[in-house]
Structure formats: C-alpha cells, structure tokens
C-alpha cells in the first residue's frame, strides 16, 4: 500500500463505504498508524474510538466496539512507529510486526477480555506475553 492508497482507506473507513468485510486486522493497523502520524495518543485514540464505533453502528454491531482491545492495539502499533519512515513504509512496518492477532490474547485473560470493566474503558494488561 502506498501512501495515497493508505489515506483513501482511512476515508472510505471514516466515511463507513467499507463493507464490514473489507476491513481487516491489517487495515485497523494501517489507520492506526495513520492516526497517530498526524496526532498525540490521546488524540489518535479518540479519533480511532469515534470511528470505530460509527463503522460499528452503520453495520449494525454497535455493541462490538471494545476499548482496551482498540488501546491495547493503538499503543502497541505506537511502540513501533518510526516516524522517520514515510508512512506507507512504517505502516508495513508496523503490520508486520503485529501480523499475529492472538498477541491480545496473550496479554489479558478471556475473562478480562470479557468484562464491561475492559470493554468500556482502558485495562493493563494482566499477562506477560
């Protein structure tokens, strides 16, 4: 993906002209990363978490957004951006290095996970992946 590949994904997201099937672990990624190069953490969680619940609502899941799974993937994608990489090769870089969805798992127990504590608000991880 280059550049302006990367930003009309975030577009046709923001905008909810993806299909609930089009967007991806690696595309969640790719919006993440390109949040966070135009903003702070706590900005870019905030932009991510509207979003992601707007997309949710128009595909008729609204009850699927999950905010310490949406921090947890947030601040891992900024533990590995570098930004002295344009964005299309740190957004690469990043999905990479995050390829493996079941890194979550690894750090919160199915019963964390589970909770309205962790589903409506930011939760440390309890596990050492």
């Known amino acids: 993906m280059n550049d302006a590949q990367i930003l009309t994904l975030v577009d046709r997201f923001e905008r909810c002209l993806l299909a609930k099937s089009e967007f991806h672990h690696r595309d969640h990624l790719a919006v993440a990363v390109a949040y966070l190069y135009a903003s702070d953490f706590a900005n870019a ?3 991510m978490r509207h979003s992601l619940q707007r997309f949710a609502a128009h595909h008729g899941v609204s009850g699927l957004y999950h905010e310490t799974i949406t921090h947890f993937w947030l601040q891992q994608a900024e533990q590995r ?3 002295s990489l344009c964005l299309s090769a740190s957004v ?3 999905q990479d290095e995050l390829d493996d969805k079941g890194l979550v798992s690894r750090c919160y127990s199915k019963q964390v996970l589970d909770s309205a504590a962790a589903r409506e608000g930011w939760v440390d991880p309890e596990l050492k992946p």
Do not use: A, G
Request: glycine residues 0%; without cysteine.
């Open 45 to 47: 969680m905030d932009r």
């Open 81 to 83: 951006l570098d930004r």
């Open 92 to 94: 690469l870089k990043v």
